[in-house]
């Protein structure tokens, strides 16, 4: 019979209390780690981002090879909590959509174009699989160029916004 394994066989938590983040000139980030390893050019990647998003942060390297994970950024000290927030801010910045306009297809692209809490943007959409739906009523929409955006809750929307999602659920 096999041995169960536990999750701490495979993944590696950090003492966050003493992980140190920064930014390099460049702005690339900077961590230096409880045994005092420092790596640049550094990713950090969400691994709850809907549920836990400033918890179970894995650490890149610029191989993209697991540091490890800080298991609360609240744990680091201020200053790395501070400039990890920051980059992982601009790393998942997800524009809220609050209205849309029209939905224009051609050419197997549909054209969207929406009013968002950032101001109005428009973009193409690939496939209908780019806009992910939760029982929320939560809706994930990716464009053709990678950018993100969210609906807190599709049901909220105005009749015309409603009915032009709709198309695409």
Not at 89 to 101: C, D, G, L, S
Request: net charge negative; proline share 2%.
């Amino acid at each position: 019979m096999q041995e169960a394994m536990q999750i701490t066989d495979e993944v590696q938590f950090l003492d966050a209390s003493k992980v140190k983040v920064t930014r390099s000139a460049f702005e690339e980030l900077i961590v230096k780690l409880p045994d005092g390893e420092t790596h640049t050019s550094v990713e950090a990647v969400r691994t709850f981002p809907l549920t836990d998003s400033n918890k179970y942060i894995a650490l890149l390297d610029s191989e993209g090879e697991e540091l490890g994970i800080i298991q609360d950024i609240k744990q680091l000290s201020r200053n790395s909590e501070k400039v990890l927030a920051s980059e992982l801010q601009k790393r998942y910045f997800m524009p809220k959509i609050t209205k849309i306009h029209a939905l224009e297809g051609q050419f197997g692209v549909t054209r969207w174009d929406v009013e968002t809490n950032r101001g109005p943007v428009q973009f193409g959409l690939r496939t209908r699989y780019d806009v992910v739906t939760l029982d929320s009523g939560r809706v994930f929409i990716k464009d053709a160029d990678g950018n993100r955006y969210e609906i807190e809750n599709y049901h909220r929307l105005d009749a015309t916004s409603f009915a032009l999602l709709e198309t695409q659920m």
